[in-house]
């Protein structure tokens, strides 16, 4: 282990120490100058002083040690990136262009999760956490102002954790994971949009390419009850620059990410900016 990494992955205790070694110098230093130089720390010096230190100090242990930590990483090679499920029935498809077949007869959509992880190394846990993405720049091919096909993503739009609750606790020296893309992996890699004005009715859809994936939005899409009918805003193949943040009741972290969408699964990435 580096010695960053070793000072990434312990500073919650390493606030703990320095913050106790202030109290403690402050401490020795008060009973050292009452002792040797009576004449200046008196009585009411030295009282005032230690009066100061226990008001202070849990004033500052409370709003810098007693904390959580965040750190959003991109999870490391040996960890699964990019896990794969087995989704049933398909999602890729909208309620109207379900198969009318029974539930048995329809076929299963594999589908890929691009995720990211959040790290608490604080010695506080961190409490009713949301994990939110946008969009800062689109890629380079599509023009300006052409998002794919609208620009909801231009605010913050929460995201999924991994188990898909709302919310989540992030206890000290834990790592929860957070879905980012989604992207359909079977040969029909249709995702559940809107999308005629896109293709049809405008040259967003011909110089940005088709609509492959999209953000992990609750409301969008979960694999337990498939997909919802709305408009939705999707990802074009090229290389996105987006903003990620998780927000908690008691801590925020944000981080600048670029997001490389292609068909090619192995291609789709995520990686620090």
């Known amino acids: 282990m580096r010695i960053a990494d070793w000072f990434i992955n312990n500073a919650g205790w390493i606030r703990f120490t320095i913050w106790l070694a202030f109290v403690l110098i402050v401490i020795w230093l008060d009973i050292y100058l009452y002792i040797h130089y009576p004449k200046i720390v008196g009585p009411e010096v030295f009282t005032g ?8 100090a849990p004033f500052l242990y409370r709003r810098i040690v007693d904390v959580p930590i965040l750190r959003i990483e991109v999870p490391e090679e040996n960890v699964v990136r990019k896990p794969e499920f087995i989704t049933y029935p398909p999602p890729c498809l909208c309620p109207a262009q379900q198969p009318q077949q029974t539930q ?12 990211l992880r959040v790290r ?3 010695l506080a846990a961190a409490e009713k956490c949301v994990f939110q993405v946008r969009i800062a720049r689109w890629p380079s ?14 605010d913050w739009q929460d995201v999924t954790w991994a188990g898909w609750e709302p919310r989540i606790l992030i206890r000290p020296n834990d790592v929860r994971y957070a879905n980012i893309a989604i992207m359909p992996l079977n040969v029909n890699k249709q ?18 390419g088709p609509i492959i994936a999209w953000v992990a939005k609750r409301d969008v899409f979960d694999p337990r009850s498939g997909c919802t009918a709305r408009l939705q805003d999707g990802l074009v193949p090229g290389e996105y620059r987006i903003d990620a943040q998780v927000t908690c009741r008691n801590g925020q972290r944000r981080e600048g990410m670029r997001l490389r969408v292609y068909q090619d699964w192995n291609v789709t990435d995520i990686t620090t900016a």
């Open 141 to 154: 091919n599509c023009p300006i102002n052409c998002h794919a096909p609208s620009d909801e993503y231009v």
């Open 120 to 122: 608490n190394t604080g």
């Open 191 to 208: 995702a559940c949009f809107h999308i005629t004005q896109w293709n049809l009715e405008n040259q967003c859809g011909s110089q940005c």
């Open 104 to 115: 048995q007869q329809v076929p299963a959509q594999l589908i890929g999760y691009l995720r």
């Open 49 to 56: 002083v230690l009066i100061a230190v226990v008001t202070i």
